[in-house]
């Protein structure tokens, strides 16, 4: 049946242990309407859901599940360290969009949020700039070079030095680049949010990173690590 309707099956995978997903293609919309109203009629067979695919629809049929989104907050998603590759593949999709787009990343020091960061902007093919970080030791930027500031790069931003360490000509930078179309992302911005002129509207997506489920995201009991070390 999809055969006649040359309809393309582009991935079929399990979902959670309980359905089978199928990313399907086609040249006709109304062909994948017509293939619902079919299927309907098969007893043996029961549709959950027929759509457009999002993201995390992509990605669960990729993955075998779909990715832990907050019930109360819809632009809240859960990683645990163990699904690292399932987040880098996230990222990736979401690099890949064009325009301004703030992506917050939570997660205690050494949980991978620096190297996800990264490893995304290589699954997007695009180049990623340290605004500040302390992965390589201490990195607090003041001015950047033409080539550095091209908005097709992905722009990596420690909220904790951006604020709480940050000078005056790397803030103005800072502001600068907030307004550039690109993509930008804050590590710890719940610091970032309280210690700056910036709040959580102004947020398109906010990532978990966790080492385990149950592990709670404590700032205070790194950020004072932070400006001694600095």
Partial sequence: MLGMLEVNILTING???????????????????????????????????????????????????????????????????????????????????????????????RVGKTESIIAGSVCAMKRWTFVSSTLLRQTIRSQMSEDELNPNNVFIIDGIVSTIRSSERHYNLLQDIMTMPSTKVIEHPDIFVQESEYDF?????????RNNPNEEIIYDTFTASYTDEL
């Fill in 15 to 109: 979902v959670e242990g309980k359905t089978r997903g199928m990313l399907l293609e086609s040249d006709d919309d109304e062909k994948i309407r017509l293939l619902g109203e079919m299927l309907g009629k098969v007893n043996s067979i029961t549709v959950s859901a027929l759509r457009q695919p999002k993201l995390v629809d992509i990605l669960a049929v990729r993955h075998g599940r779909y990715i832990d989104r907050d019930s109360d907050d819809r632009k809240t998603f859960r990683f645990t360290r163990d699904e690292l590759g399932l987040l880098v593949d996230f990222l990736g999709e979401v690099f890949k969009r064009e325009g301004n787009q703030v992506i917050g990343l939570r997660g205690m020091p």
């Fill in 201 to 209: 509207n102004d947020f398109d997506i906010i990532i978990e990173l």
